[in-house]
T-cell receptor, first 113, second 109 residues
Framework: SQTIHQWPATLVQPVGSPLSLECTVEGTSNPNLYWYRQAAGRGLQLLFYSVGIGQISSEVPQNLSASRPQDRQFILSSKKLLLSDSGFYLC????????????FGDGTRLSIL | SQQGEEDPQALSIQEGENATMNCSYKTSINNLQWYRQNSGRGLVHLILIRSNEREKHSGRLRVTLDTSKKSSSLLITASRAADTASYFCATGTGNQFYFGTGTSLTVIP
């Protein structure tokens, strides 16, 4: 069966520090991969999605970036975190064709101090 | 914006009652999905309805879709305390999904 792992579960970082969040999927090949951010009590904002290795589409201009170095690995990064980067970050995957559900990891709670 | 909007924002009902949540969206879609999120956790997929479908059932869940009104509803019948969660609709076009702001459902035992 397919599983998705996201880590760390919680992270506290100072303003201006770098960020690296990792997401890996097991049990499937060539998935579509997604990064979302959820502000407290709000809906999900699509940040990035990828349909293949090295293929990244950005939805929102920001100081975050994403990379997909391997088929089932998706990384969210920042060189310098801002206070506004605080939030709940969720990684998800779906089968690589339309009309398919998304499967989410348990998220990373990021707090910027 | 391509995001859906759920209504109501919050709903509180007694165990055993039915819960109805609505979702409105603005653009053409291939499908509409409903997800559930327990506090502090990731989202769990509940049901997907394609744009050429009008109604779909899964256990105690019933979803309707009216593409002419760009709206969908999620009905949870015979609610249980364990149904307490936030519920989101997501509209899909191709490889992209856009989520609404959610309905927070509280089921009182």
């Amino acid at each position: 069966s397919q599983t998705i792992h996201q880590w760390p579960a919680t992270l506290v970082q100072p303003v201006g520090s770098p960020l690296s969040l990792e997401c890996t999927v097991e049990g499937t090949s060539n998935p579509n991969l997604y990064w979302y951010r959820q502000a407290a009590g709000r809906g999900l904002q699509l940040l990035f999605y990828s349909v293949g290795i090295g293929q990244i589409s950005s939805e929102v201009p920001q100081n975050l970036s994403a990379s997909r170095p391997q088929d089932r690995q998706f990384i969210l990064s920042s060189k310098k975190l801002l206070l506004s980067d605080s939030g709940f970050y969720l990684c998800a995957w779906s089968v690589g064709y339309s009309n398919q559900p998304q499967h989410f990891g348990d998220g990373t709670r990021l707090s910027i101090l | 914006s391509q995001q859906g909007e759920e209504d109501p924002q919050a709903l509180s009902i007694q165990e055993g009652e039915n819960a109805t949540m609505n979702c409105s969206y603005k653009t053409s879609i291939n499908n509409l999905q409903w997800y559930r999120q327990n506090s502090g956790r990731g989202l769990v997929h509940l049901i997907l309805i394609r744009s050429n479908e009008r109604e779909k059932h899964s256990g105690r869940l019933r979803v309707t879709l009216d593409t002419s009104k760009k709206s969908s509803s999620l009905l949870i019948t015979a609610s249980r305390a364990a149904d307490t969660a936030s519920y989101f609709c997501a509209t899909g076009t191709g490889n992209q999904f856009y989520f609404g702001t959610g309905t927070s459902l509280t089921v009182i035992p």
